[in-house]
């Protein structure tokens, strides 16, 4: 629950609002394989692809009358134009029926015109707040990205390390939805210091379901 509603950790990292029928992933980072070969560093370029077929997956599986992107949709602010066609064609598919709002993220925080799609800063929503990253002046009920949170836990085959909702009873953070992204530890004082001391819960993403991890059970990353 978050400002009195209910909203679904989906397994996939994506967040469902069922009173609205609402969609929203965070951090995408497409065309960052792209960004990286133009900087002379060569990485296998599909990830736009793979990204968006994920994506296309979770809207086929909940058909949502609403799809948000929460931000840092590209890499980089020259990302979009990037695109091939057929990236194009499964973006143009994914709004198709449906309203589609990319929020502005500090990678992407203008983007062009052709995609398809309405754009903005912040929307809120019944009392939901959605946004990029937090800027200062926290509301209550507020879901955000940007941070990229994964958790890691305890298990009877070792420490297994997984991307994760982060919840502290005001502000829900989504995991990065990219297939290029990395992550940052929920211990990380980057993340802890947003909670300002209240409990958090992450809902770590498995194969075929969420678990609930309360914060005593998080574990910081080794130190080498």
Known sequence: M???????ADQAGALWWP????LAVADLHLEKASHYARHGQMLPPYDSIA??????GVVRR????????????????????????AARDRLA?????????????????????????ERTQTLDLA????????DGDQRPAEIIGHFHPVARVATTQGALRRRCFLHDGMRLILPAF????GGLNVRDVAIAALSHGRERIAFVLGNARVFPIREARLLPDRVR
């Open 93 to 117: 598919r994914l709004g198709a029926g449906r309203e589609l709002i990319w929020l502005a993220g500090n990678h992407d925080a203008a983007l062009p015109d052709s995609l398809p799609g």
């Open 19 to 22: 009173e609205r029928r609402l």
């Open 2 to 8: 978050l400002g009195g509603h209910r909203l679904v």
């Open 178 to 181: 990219g297939s290029l992204t």
């Open 127 to 134: 009392g939901l707040h959605l946004r990029h990253q937090p």
């Open 51 to 56: 990204t968006l077929e994920r994506l296309a």
């Open 62 to 85: 909940r058909d949502p009358l609403t799809l948000v992107l929460l931000g840092d949709s590209f890499h980089d602010h020259g990302g979009a134009e990037r695109l091939d066609a």
